[in-house]
């Protein structure tokens, strides 16, 4: 259904993924963003599934040139290097939101973005870091940040499981006191037993790793209903909620 995209930003030449409902306007745009290992298989799936569901989706290219890393350590690197020039990573994240919305043609009001594992924390670092987003959702990501969550406009959806290693239950609880304190509408959806990465079914198969139909399935559902809920379509010049 969805379609690769070259888009510039962030000191790279980039390459997306794109797909749009094939009628109708969209209800919204949602920039989705990757796991470690770059724009794969699994999150073009999500941005057709989105496009599927009334939504013009477009997934992020962090890496640049399409790239995917070959293996784990790989994949480790280059994200560590991502996280070591952070004003470099929010230049590309920014860089997604603005090709989705010149893609789509949607108004900068109407987007929001979920990412999966690193991903998904880069998904919260980007509505932490001011981005006009009506809602963020983090499937299996990590929460940590030196960034406030002051700056968030939009609603926060988190997906995780509680044998995940990468989003350990203190740090769930930090987050949630964080967001409540700073009066931001949140939801933490915990799943017993379940590992990460539990939304893809070709996670690889490594200690604290582990895909969850179950766990796929009730996070979908939790993520469509909350794009239901604060996106809108609009019609001459009025928004429906």
């Given at each position: 259904m969805?379609?690769f995209?070259?888009?510039?930003?962030?000191?790279?030449?980039?390459?997306?993924?794109?797909a749009?409902?094939?009628?109708?306007?969209?209800r919204?745009?949602v920039?989705?963003?990757?796991?470690?290992?770059g724009l794969?298989a699994?999150?073009?799936?999500?941005?057709?599934?989105?496009?599927?569901?009334?939504?013009?989706?477009?997934?992020?290219?962090?890496?640049g040139e399409?790239?995917?890393?070959?293996?784990?350590?790989?994949?480790?690197?280059?994200i560590?290097?991502?996280?070591?020039?952070?004003?470099?990573?929010?230049?590309r994240l920014?860089?997604a939101?603005?090709?989705?919305?010149?893609?789509?043609?949607?108004?900068?009001?109407?987007?929001?973005?979920?990412?999966?594992?690193?991903?998904g924390?880069?998904?919260?670092?980007?509505?932490?870091?001011?981005?006009?987003?009506?809602?963020?959702?983090v499937?299996h990501?990590?929460?940590?940040?030196?960034r406030?969550a002051?700056?968030?406009?939009?609603?926060?959806?988190?997906?995780?499981?509680d044998?995940d290693p990468?989003?350990?239950l203190?740090?769930?609880?930090?987050?949630g006191?964080?967001?409540?304190?700073?009066?931001?509408?949140?939801?933490?959806?915990?799943?017993?037993?379940?590992?990460h990465?539990?939304?893809?079914?070709?996670?690889?198969?490594?200690?604290?790793?582990g895909?969850?139909?179950?766990?796929?399935?009730?996070?979908?559902?939790?993520?469509?209903?909350?794009?239901d809920?604060?996106?809108?379509v609009?019609?001459?010049?009025?928004?429906?909620?």
């Amino acid at each position: 259904m969805g379609a690769f995209h070259d888009y510039r930003g962030g000191g790279t030449s980039a390459r997306g993924y794109y797909a749009a409902p094939q009628n109708g306007a969209p209800r919204g745009g949602v920039l989705v963003i990757h796991e470690a290992p770059g724009l794969g298989a699994h999150v073009q799936r999500r941005v057709d599934a989105l496009a599927a569901n009334g939504y013009a989706a477009f997934a992020a290219d962090l890496h640049g040139e399409g790239r995917l890393a070959r293996n784990s350590n790989e994949a480790r690197g280059w994200i560590g290097a991502l996280k070591a020039e952070p004003d470099m990573l929010l230049a590309r994240l920014e860089s997604a939101l603005e090709a989705l919305a010149a893609q789509s043609g949607i108004g900068k009001d109407n987007l929001s973005a979920a990412g999966y594992c690193f991903g998904g924390w880069c998904a919260l670092e980007l509505a932490r870091a001011g981005a006009p987003l009506r809602s963020v959702s983090v499937f299996h990501g990590a929460v940590t940040s030196d960034r406030g969550a002051t700056a968030i406009t939009g609603s926060v959806l988190i997906c995780t499981g509680d044998a995940d290693p990468f989003a350990p239950l203190d740090q769930l609880v930090a987050l949630g006191d964080e967001l409540r304190g700073a009066g931001i509408d949140y939801q933490l959806c915990l799943y017993g037993g379940v590992k990460h990465g539990f939304s893809n079914p070709d996670v690889p198969a490594m200690p604290g790793f582990g895909y969850d139909a179950a766990a796929d399935r009730r996070s979908w559902t939790s993520f469509m209903h909350l794009l239901d809920e604060s996106s809108f379509v609009s019609t001459g010049g009025d928004t429906e909620r």
